[in-house]
């Protein structure tokens, strides 16, 4: 397999030098196209803004890849010091390099475990890869496995439940309560920044409508042109929250907005269903005394980022048996390439030794010709068959239990020079 | 075939539902495919005996009998459950609609001493009574489907009002869609149910009217549930009564059920008997 890897993520290079080192756009398709010129090798980089890593792969080839002459390419073509890249790389060879493109894709090297993009992230780069026609057999069966891994962790272990972003916790909280938006009002109340990404969230889901207030009709307006929204005068606010769904509030007001006693005035007026109100405003807009998980569902922002603690911690329970599945994949993954490399040789072993049996076997028959009866024939060509499958046994189960290691070939090389295999 | 058919118990589909159940709990703790392919295979198998048996009952126990229509309706859900745990598998099926089937079950077997009822012969008003118990059957399912999507719906309201991570615990529909839910099996169940007490009154009207008759705790609990259901749709419709209010009175509406089908039977006179 011969498999090198050579890369750093943001445990080890800084992220000024991440930018540096980065495969972006056509530098991609060019570093691609150099590294398999250059070392006559299967090439797949992953770069990503958290990690670049280079895989590499020559197989059949006697003599391995050299992760300095990897890292001197990697400076060279970001015009880099070498010394200023060298320490900040890791490279890793054969299962250990297996081990981390699996545990990569898994997400279980990502800056938040179980975080769901990193295993698109492997997807692309091995597709950017094989389109520039840097990979092969090795590349190809490897990020497959990869990515068969990764939904393996995913679906058998819960590392990538929840969201571990406010504003997608919150829009989780909204779908608890929805299940289709295109009959639904979402009310914008004010212009803070920190509800700017929440209402991207919640645009997405196509509601009927999106009404904007603001103090100031200027910023309503700003909004509302941002998110296609209608612009309403802040003193309708209480109307507007009559015919709201979900109310995401960001205002910078000093103290409360809304009070319990005016809010259960707008639900007496209002006959549509459950309002969800995502108070993201600090300090809160609206008097949490309004939750009460029928007719007003509030969540404040102490209550997201709850939530998102919460995943996180719960996500960590998750990373034991996901381990776990990498490592059994791991084995597998490295058992196939040895049993490929091995098996021919070993059909090879027996189908000489099965020939020349016979032929002594047979041989032996020739001489003794009527001296032996039928008995005697099956008697002597059973004891033959015995002694050969005792004498391969040695060899066979030695090439079958040879390390891990996909390139030590060693045995194998022996073995074929011992029997004169081909 | 017949004598394997005979050899099925109560005990049988019973247990598979139980082992199903056992197995969803399971899932809740460690979600796999395995664990849900299995419970859907004890499922299955439940559901054939649960027929079978049914089947091979069907002399000794008719519909009329509250055994007779607990076990149909316990085989209704069952169906239901199997569907649903396929097409949506996310969500926790099993712990709402498998305990309301063991303990349909279970009140079939406790009643199964109930009064036996005469066989039915031919002519119109066999027809009604035919016609009186199907419908009822078919109302009984949307009252099940109904409490099902109730206690959906309030676990749902208590999960909001704790404040639960979304991604935590029970996976249910969100409220929007348990309402709606609730709301089509209503209407699913009222015309039936509507139907099923009409259909009863024609049969009175063969037997001439006795005022006992509708003092009868069946015919009493099935017209009280008509009322329930015709105030739960004046709430929906009228009074756009939502959510919380409305999961309520299904569920009065299904305790009112479980009364009928536990009480004994009202004995139209010969003939008339589904």
């Known amino acids: 397999m011969n498999l090198l890897l050579v890369g750093g993520s943001y445990k080890t290079i800084p992220i000024e030098l991440r930018e540096k080192l980065a495969f972006d756009g056509p530098k991609l398709p ?64 054969n299962a250990d390099a297996v081990q981390h493109l699996f545990r990569v894709a898994s997400s279980l090297d990502s800056m938040i475990v179980g975080e769901g993009q990193i295993a698109g992230q492997v997807k692309k780069a091995y597709e950017q890869s094989r389109e520039a026609g840097a990979t092969g057999s090795v590349m190809h069966g490897l990020f497959q496995q990869a990515l068969a891994v990764a939904k393996r962790v995913k679906t058998q272990t819960g590392i990538s439940r929840g969201h571990v972003s406010v504003s997608s916790v919150a829009v989780d909280y909204v779908r608890q309560v929805y299940d289709h938006f295109d009959d639904k009002t979402v009310l914008v109340i004010g212009a803070g920044k920190m509800g700017a990404l929440t209402l991207r969230h919640l ?52 103290q409360p907005i809304m009070t319990r006693q005016r809010f259960e005035g707008i639900l007496a007026r209002r006959s549509r269903g459950t309002m969800v109100i995502l108070d993201i405003a600090v300090p809160r807009d609206f008097d949490p005394a309004i939750h009460d998980g029928d007719r007003a569902c509030l969540f404040n922002v102490d209550d997201l980022k709850r939530i998102q603690e919460q995943t996180i911690h719960e996500r960590q329970q998750h990373i034991r048996p996901a381990e776990n599945i990498v490592e059994q994949e791991v084995k597998r993954y490295i058992n196939d ?41 099956d008697y002597i060509e059973g004891a033959f068959k015995l002694m050969q499958n005792r004498f391969l046994h040695g060899p066979i189960s030695a090439l079958a239990d040879d390390a891990p290691e996909p390139s030590r070939h060693t045995l194998l090389e022996a073995m074929m020079k011992m029997f004169r295999l081909s | ?92 099926w099993a712990i709402f609609v498998l305990p309301i089937v063991l303990i349909l079950i279970a009140l079939a077997v406790i009643t199964e001493d109930a009064t036996a009822m005469p066989r039915a012969d031919s002519g119109w008003k066999y027809f009604w009574g035919v016609a009186h118990g199907t419908l009822l059957i078919l109302a009984a399912v949307g009252v099940s489907v109904g409490f099902i999507a109730s206690v959906m719906y309030l676990v749902q309201l208590g ?16 409220l929007e869609r348990l309402e709606l839910m609730n709301r089509r099996a209503i209407l699913w169940s009222f015309p039936f149910l509507t139907a099923g007490l009409l259909a009863g009154f024609a049969l009175q009207v063969y037997d001439g009217f006795l005022l006992q008759d509708w003092l009868n705790p069946r015919i009493a609990a099935v017209v009280g549930l008509w009322v329930v259901f015709a105030i739960l749709l004046y709430l929906r419709y009228r009074v756009h009564v939502r959510g919380r209010a409305l999961a309520i009175w299904t569920m009065i509406a299904f305790a009112i059920f479980l009364i009928a089908l536990v009480s004994p039977p009202h004995v139209f006179a010969p003939g008339a008997q589904p």
């Open chain 1, 30 to 93: 060019a570093a691609l196209n150099e590294l398999t010129a250059r070392f006559g090798c299967e090439a797949v980089i992953l770069s990503t803004c958290n990690r670049v890593e280079l895989y590499l792969a020559r197989p059949g080839s006697p003599s391995g890849l050299n992760a300095d002459l990897i890292t001197e390419f990697v400076a060279q073509f970001h015009q880099t010091g070498y010394d200023a890249i060298r320490q900040n790389l890791y490279s890793q060879t």
């Open chain 2, 1 to 92: 075939m017949n004598s394997f058919a005979g050899k099925i118990t109560v005990l049988c589909f019973v247990a598979s539902y139980a082992v199903t159940f056992a197995l969803e709990l399971w899932r809740l703790k460690r979600p796999g495919p395995a664990a849900r392919f299995v419970a859907l295979g004890f499922a299955a198998a439940g559901l054939f005996a649960h027929a079978t048996y049914l089947i091979m009952k069907s002399q000794a126990l008719p519909l009329g009998t509250p055994t007779g229509s607990l076990l149909l309706i316990a085989l209704i859900l069952a169906v239901f459950y199997f569907f649903e745990a396929i097409h949506h598998f996310r969500i926790a």
């Open chain 1, 203 to 254: 645009r997405d889901l196509h509601p009927r409508r999106i009404l904007v207030t603001n103090r100031s009709p200027e910023k309503a307006q700003a909004v509302a042109k941002e998110c296609s929204g209608t612009p309403i005068p802040w003193e309708r606010l209480d109307d507007a929250l009559v015919e709201a769904d979900i109310v995401l509030s960001t205002t910078g007001a000093p």
């Open chain 1, 337 to 377: 390439i040895r049993r490929r490399r091995h098996g021919p040789i070993i059909a090879q072993l027996t189908q000489e030794a099965e020939a020349q049996r016979k032929a002594i076997v047979a041989d032996l028959f020739a001489k003794l010709t009527g001296k032996l009866s039928k008995e005697d024939c």
């Open chain 2, 159 to 174: 999960r909001l009002r704790a404040k639960v991570a979304p991604n935590q615990g029970l996976t249910l529909f969100n």
